[in-house]
C-alpha cells in the first residue's frame, strides 16, 4: 500500500486558525509561534494536521489517541496506531504526505534558479556528469527531480542527512516516473518515483519496495474549515 495526499495552502481565517492550533501537538504549536513568516507558519501547522486527518479516518481512532514518536536519527514515527509509516514534506503552496506500511519519504521542491554546482557536492559524480551534459534548457527541471528523489530516499531509510547523499545514485527506469537506485547494502531494494502535481513542482516518492501509488488524493486547506 502506498498512498499520497496533496494540501494545496490557501490563507485561512485567523478565526479557524485558533481552532487548528489546538488540534495539534504542544511542540507543533510552539513551533508555529517561532516562525516569523505566516505562510512557513501554515505549512508547518498542516504538515501535521494532514497525517492526523488521514489517521483518524483510516483506523478510527480520536485525535488524542494518535501518539508521534521519532527515531534515533530524529524521523517522526506514529506510535500508536501501529502498523503504518509516514513521511511529510512541504513547499510553496504544497504540503504533500505519504502512507504505507513499510519504510516511505517523500520530498516536493519549488522549482527556482539554483546554481547548479552545488550537485557537484551533492550527487555522485556519475549523477552530476550526466545533468552537465543535458541541454541548458533541461538542466534545471533534471536537478530538481534528482534532489527530490534523493531526499525521499534518505527520508525513507529514516536516516535524513546523516546519510551523504552522494552515497548513492538514481537513473533512468524502464517506464517513465520510474527511475533504479544504485545504493549500499541493506537499502538496494528501495525505489523512487516522479509524481506530476504541479508543473512548477518536483514531487519523489520512495518506499522499500517497488509499490505502485494506489492513490493521489487532493485537498485543500478548506476542507479543514
Not at 27 to 55: H, N, P, W
Not at 92 to 105: K, Y
Not at 147 to 155: A, D, G, M, N, Y
Request: net charge negative; hydrophobic share 40%; glycine share 6%.
Amino acid at each position: 500500500m502506498l498512498e499520497l495526499f496533496a494540501v494545496r495552502i490557501k490563507p485561512v481565517e485567523p478565526s479557524v486558525l485558533g481552532r487548528l492550533l489546538h488540534l495539534v501537538s504542544t511542540e507543533r504549536r510552539s513551533k508555529y509561534e517561532r516562525y516569523r513568516m505566516q505562510a512557513d507558519a501554515i505549512r508547518s501547522l498542516f504538515a501535521e494536521l494532514v497525517i492526523r486527518r488521514i489517521i483518524i479516518e483510516r483506523c478510527g481512532i480520536s485525535n488524542d489517541g494518535i501518539i508521534f514518536g521519532a527515531n534515533s536519527y530524529g524521523k517522526p514515527e506514529l506510535v500508536h496506531p501501529a502498523g503504518l509509516q509516514f513521511n511529510v514534506s512541504h513547499s510553496g503552496d504544497w504540503v504533500v504526505c505519504a502512507l504505507s506500511d513499510g519504510p516511505v519519504g517523500i520530498d516536493i521542491e519549488f522549482i527556482q534558479p539554483i546554481d547548479l554546482e552545488v550537485s557537484r557536492r551533492f550527487f555522485s559524480p556519475v549523477e552530476h556528469a550526466q545533468l552537465m551534459e543535458l541541454h541548458e534548457s533541461q538542466q534545471l527541471e533534471r536537478f530538481y527531480e534528482l534532489w527530490t528523489l534523493k531526499e525521499s530516499f534518505v527520508k525513507a531509510v529514516g536516516m535524513g542527512l546523516s546519510m551523504p547523499l552522494d552515497s548513492f545514485m538514481f537513473s533512468y527506469g524502464a517506464s517513465e516516473g520510474c527511475y533504479n537506485l544504485s545504493a549500499p547494502e541493506p537499502y538496494t531494494q528501495y525505489a523512487g518515483k516522479l509524481l506530476a502535481l504541479d508543473s512548477t513542482y518536483k514531487l519523489a516518492v520512495c518506499s522499500s519496495s517497488d509499490q505502485a501509488v494506489t492513490r493521489l488524493h487532493h485537498w485543500s486547506t478548506r476542507d479543514w474549515y
